[in-house]
Nanobody
């Protein structure tokens, strides 16, 4: 059974850092592109960023460029979202998503992803 599961959320002060993990089961991460999305209360879900199956190519949403980085450890079938210089507006539920990809690219569109985790809460507050 193909699944992804997020972990690592929590409460952090503005300006702080947090790293989320996305563990894959039932498939090899090196065959899949991964993405992170987030949803703040009362707002639509938005794309944070994505990473290609080899980890070579990435795309990020404008609001997180230069602050967030997605990486993968294909030997552990795990992807990560490193979040630095966090702001209160980064608060929300963060979701990991994955999709099987032949080409070595990724998209920021929700509809491009087949498998989704349950989400992990990130709260940025003093």
């Amino acid at each position: 059974q193909v699944q992804v599961a997020e972990s690592g959320g929590g409460l952090v002060q503005p300006g702080g850092s947090l790293r989320l993990s996305c563990a894959a089961s039932g498939f090899r991460m090196d065959h899949f592109a991964v993405a992170w999305f987030r949803q703040a209360p009362g707002k639509p879900r938005e794309a944070v960023g994505c990473l290609s199956r080899t980890g070579t190519n990435s795309n990020y949403g404008d609001s997180v460029k230069g602050r967030f980085t997605i990486s993968k450890d294909n030997t552990r079938d795990t992807a990560y979202l490193q979040m630095n210089s966090l702001k209160p507006e980064d608060t929300g539920v963060y979701y990991c998503a994955a999709t099987l990809m032949i080409l070595d690219g990724c998209r920021l569109a929700e509809g491009s992803y087949t498998y989704w985790g349950q989400g992990t809460q990130v709260t940025v507050s003093s």
